[in-house]
């Protein structure tokens, strides 16, 4: 079937800005096979001062674009399914970026079941976002457009809808457990005598530093962290703390805690 529009885009908040930003930034398609909808004036405004068509109806998303973007509050889902579903094609893929909400409540809300699950998270503003993806519904050429816009923003894997509330509980959540521990680093620098710029380079640098070393040395972590613990040295002393104050366990219980929260929120869907 021939749409006018590619992709069509229902709520324009900032990840979906960051989104479209990135599609268009890595040739995934052009601004003009995008079609903007929100009922919020102001995002309207600002989606067409980029360059991007706009509609002041649901129906038209539905009826002129191939993919659907579900950039939308979950609380706002069953209003916009209500309008959406009946102008809903038989070849429309629908994409949801809505955290907690399961396929088949969006299958039942639209009557389709060609969709795709994906749970984004924030440094996609700065294309280093990580998306899980499941996209067991969709053929592969359907698959290849939806990984493709994804991966225009970070990076993309392919995970099963049931571990959707883990990943929202370590990738989705998981930046402001690290801008926490960012925050309080920098802080234990300054009590050293550095100031603010020192710190802050010091700080955000060994982290992207020791990231980019997990990521790409074919050591293991344990044996990275042995590297640096020379025996009787600085290191080893600062690990001890960590270790003595129960640093693994908080992590387990701050991971759980948030997933267990996802749990909560898909079962009052």
Avoid: W
């Avoid at 004036?41 to 998303?61: L, P, R, Y």
């Avoid at 050429?141 to 509330?165: H, L, P, T």
């Avoid at 640093?247 to 929260?261: G, L």
């Amino acid at each position: 079937m021939k749409f006018n529009y590619k992709l069509g885009v229902i709520g324009y908040g900032n990840m979906a800005g960051a989104i479209c930003k990135g599609i268009i930034s890595n040739g995934v398609c052009n601004i003009s096979d995008i079609l903007i909808f929100d009922i919020n004036e102001q995002k309207i405004n600002e989606a067409k001062s980029q360059g991007f068509a706009c509609s002041d109806s649901i129906k038209d998303i539905a009826l002129q674009c191939g993919y659907i973007l579900l950039s939308i509050k979950p609380q706002n889902a069953y209003n916009v399914f209500a309008d959406l579903s009946p102008h809903i094609k038989e070849h429309s893929i629908i994409i949801s970026i809505m955290a907690g909400f399961l396929k088949q409540n969006i299958g039942k809300g639209l009557n389709t079941n060609k969709i795709c699950r994906c749970m984004p998270n924030t440094p996609a503003f700065v294309s280093k976002g990580i998306t899980a993806i499941d996209s067991s519904n969709l053929n592969i050429e359907e698959k290849k457009f939806v990984f493709d816009i994804f991966n225009s923003i970070g990076d993309a894997i392919e995970i099963e809808e049931k571990f959707m509330n883990a990943v929202t509980a370590v990738s989705g959540s998981g930046p402001a457990y690290v801008y926490l521990f960012i925050k309080h680093y920098i802080n234990a620098a300054k009590v050293l005598g550095l100031n603010q710029n020192q710190s802050e380079r010091l700080v955000l640098s060994t982290l992207c530093g020791a990231a980019e070393m997990v990521k790409t040395s074919s050591q293991s972590i344990d044996n990275l962290i042995d590297n640096v613990c020379s025996k009787g040295g600085t290191t080893i002393e600062g690990v001890t703390v960590l270790n003595k104050n129960g640093f693994e366990q908080i992590i387990k219980d701050c991971v759980k805690a948030a997933y267990n929260r996802a749990e909560e929120l898909s079962k009052n869907q």
